[in-house]
């Protein structure tokens, strides 16, 4: 652990040099998102899902809506390590050699969660979803005419949830390391979690029992993945702590 002590006021200037490095990258990571959108939305009108439907822009302003929503989330996903980084840096100074080492491994793993969770639902519950509405709107007779920013609007809303909630492992496992939570309570609290994840699965699925296992079932295995998680990090700590002890 670091020597140095470090007054409020240092904490304060710490934490704001970290946010201003996030917010420039932040950016940066704009400009970039502008010239990567076109073609990410271009290539998403082309996929069997958006193929569907008639896109159409009811509204003069919507393609720009569309782009500039693209522009934002690339940017945020692009900052979105970085932030982990600069959080990493902020609390660094007061954690032991190796407990930095053990945290700084947790943002290649928060990321690929991230893009884990972003694939699944792009690839396996989206096409699900939108081949649901089809038969639905089918059965009733209805012709969709669908406006494309609410189409990417829906897209969005329904994948990058998926991103932070894939998170659940490592915040567990970060949460556990400093001793917030342990096994024990999560498995205390597992039907209490069971039904918030219940409750998640419901709002951001459609009202099909299919689809909602489909989200229900994977955020269940990663409650017990976290379970698992924190009690790998649990022994960690008790044996750093135990260590620390015996050095005294």
Sequence with gaps: ????????????????????????????????????????????????EAKQFALNAFRPADPLIVYMQFTFIIA???TFPVLL?????????????KERRVTLSYIPLSVALFLLGISFSYFILFPFVIDFMGRLSNDLNIQQMIGINEYFRFLLQLTLPFGLLFQLPVVIMFLTRLGIINPAF????????YFVLLV????????????????????????EISIIVSRFAYKKAQSSQIKETDQK
């Design 186 to 193: 999560l498995v205390k609290v597992r039907k209490y979690a």
């Design 85 to 97: 980084y600069q959080l990493w840096a902020f609390i660094s100074p007061g954690l032991y050699e």
């Design 1 to 48: 652990m670091s020597e140095k002590k470090m007054s409020v006021l240092e904490h304060i200037a710490e934490l704001r040099k970290r946010l201003i490095i996030v917010v420039v990258f932040f950016f940066v990571a704009m400009i970039t998102g502008f010239f990567i959108a076109k073609p990410i939305i271009v290539f998403l009108q082309q996929t069997d």
């Design 200 to 223: 998640i699965a419901a709002i951001i699925t459609p009202p099909e029992i299919l689809s909602h296992l489909m989200v229900t079932i994977p955020l269940f295995i990663l409650y």
């Design 76 to 78: 945020l996903i692009l």
